[in-house]
């Protein structure tokens, strides 16, 4: 009677376990299901422009400063900047008085005007050591409204300049509408074959630098 009396008590314990071996498994096929989606909409979360660079160009980005890569005279420059677009693309294409506020750059006018298509005319000066270097370049200029200014070398001292200045819409917080504008200088520079090619490298690349923190001060300043 008491071993048939256990037996009864043994197997109702299975059932019992069964019974909720099942339900957690449930449970936690639930949690799993509901779990999965989320990741790809995180990740989706910190796909901007700013959040696709290298984490070292992303800090310091986000710090303020200027990033430059590149060599050989191909570079890109990037600033993030806070600011409407308007004002970026209102300071980005006031050639007239970029010498005003753009390092050593002593004069730029447009030459030409045909809508989204300029001709500009600029002269750069600079002092390096005891010498005085002057020069100037034609580029042709071709504008896609608040996203990219093209620009190509057509006359001046340089054997090529050719690139683009692009803006991108960067939201600081996930979700939230874009407050900041990513600016990315990407050119292509060579000098003509009487400047020595070391020289003219490396002070063009330092320059960059420079030239995207007077844009965005006066960006701020326009603000």
Not at 60 to 72: A, W, Y
């Amino acid at each position: 009677m008491l071993s048939n009396h256990k037996y009864q008590l043994d197997k109702l314990g299975k059932k019992i376990v069964t019974k909720l071996s099942t339900g957690s498994a449930v449970v936690m096929a639930i949690a799993i299901a509901c779990c999965t989606p989320a990741l790809p909409v995180r990740a989706a979360l910190f796909d901007g422009p700013v959040d696709r660079l290298p984490s070292i160009q992303r800090d310091s980005l986000r710090k303020g400063q200027t990033v430059v890569t590149g060599e050989q005279g191909k570079y890109v420059a990037r600033v993030l900047v806070t600011a409407s677009p308007d004002t970026v693309w209102r300071v980005l294409t006031d050639y007239a008085n970029l010498y005003k506020f753009i390092p050593n750059m002593t004069s730029s006018r447009v030459i030409e005007n045909r809508g989204n298509r300029k001709v500009i005319e600029q002269v750069d000066s600079r002092q390096v050591f005891l010498i005085s270097i002057v020069s100037r370049t034609k580029l042709a200029i071709q504008e896609t409204d608040r996203k990219q200014i093209d620009f190509r070398l057509i006359d001046g001292d340089l054997s090529k300049m050719e690139g683009y200045w692009k803006m991108e819409l960067v939201s600081s917080v996930p979700r939230r509408p874009p407050n900041q504008v990513l600016i990315t200088y990407t050119v292509n520079a060579q000098p003509n074959s009487s400047t020595p090619a070391d020289a003219f490298y490396g002070i063009f690349k330092d320059a960059l630098s420079d030239t995207l923190q007077a844009i965005k001060k006066e960006i701020k300043n326009r603000g």
